[in-house]
T-cell receptor, first 112, second 110 residues
Framework: DTGVSQDPRHKITKRGQNVTFRCDPI?????LYWYRQTLGQGPEFLTYFQNEAQLEKSRLLSDRFSAERPKGSFSTLEIQRTEQGDSAMYLC??????????FGPGTRLTVL | KNEVEQSPQNLTAQEGEFITINCSYS?????LHWLQQHPGGGIVSLFM???GKKKHGRLIATINIQEKHSSLHITASHPRDSAVYIC????????????FGAGTILRVKS
């Protein structure tokens, strides 16, 4: 297994467009997390899944954000009507229950 | 006030120096993580600890649960240690998510 992967690695979009990111966790991991990191700050929690169930969502996750993990494997994070404030690094991590979280390389989003 | 505080924010050291990065948190936790982030964004988990001390190579992490404090030490520092070091906690107060400090930017000069 090659670890957690994320696609794309970089995304540049215009304000108002929709974007979708994908995360493929380590295959036997049942938990998958999305975090957002802005420049100079530590990551902030957005949401997490246990298998296909979305168990917790941060208040940071406005109604323009939606995440899915339809078969309990890969996950997608969609941002609708992007705003410049959405520019950040979006990080995905996975774990087996509450064991160590393994992070993907991140998707850097730039909204022009 | 951030729930996880790291110090210092920035640290410049000469190659070979012993380095200490500190982390304090405000509520009881299940475990504390030390993470390393290189330019470009990738995060690597260095340690997860809930008590005592762990060592891996030149890295040592300690935690004092009563004082709600952890330290990350790097012995014989090297320029390749230059990175951002992030402390994160999880526990009953936070559900299953990690709560992160803002990170310490370390630069080791040769």
């Amino acid at each position: 297994d090659t670890g957690v992967s994320q696609d794309p690695r970089h995304k540049i979009t215009k304000r108002g467009q929709n974007v979708t990111f994908r995360c493929d966790p380590i295959s036997e991991h049942n938990r998958l997390y999305w975090y957002r990191q802005t420049l100079g700050q530590g990551p902030e929690f957005l949401t997490y899944f246990q298998n296909e169930a979305q168990l917790e969502k941060s208040r940071l996750l406005s109604d323009r954000f939606s995440a899915e993990r339809p078969k309990g494997s890969f996950s997608t994070l969609e941002i609708q009507r992007t705003e410049q404030g959405d520019s950040a690094m979006y990080l995905c991590a996975s774990s087996l229950w509450s064991d160590t979280q393994y992070f993907g390389p991140g998707t850097r989003l730039t909204v022009l | 006030k951030n729930e996880v505080e790291q110090s210092p924010q920035n640290l410049t050291a000469q190659e070979g120096e012993f380095i200490t990065i500190n982390c304090s948190y405000s509520v009881g936790i299940s475990a504390l993580h030390w993470l390393q982030q290189h330019p470009g964004g990738g995060i690597v988990s260095l340690f997860m600890l809930s008590s005592g001390k762990k060592k891996h190579g030149r890295l040592i992490a300690t935690i004092n649960i009563q004082e709600k404090h952890s330290s990350l030490h790097i012995t014989a520092s090297h320029p390749r240690d230059s990175a951002v070091y992030i402390c994160a906690v999880h526990g009953p107060q936070y559900g299953n998510k990690l709560v992160f400090g803002a990170g310490t930017i370390l630069r080791v000069k040769s």
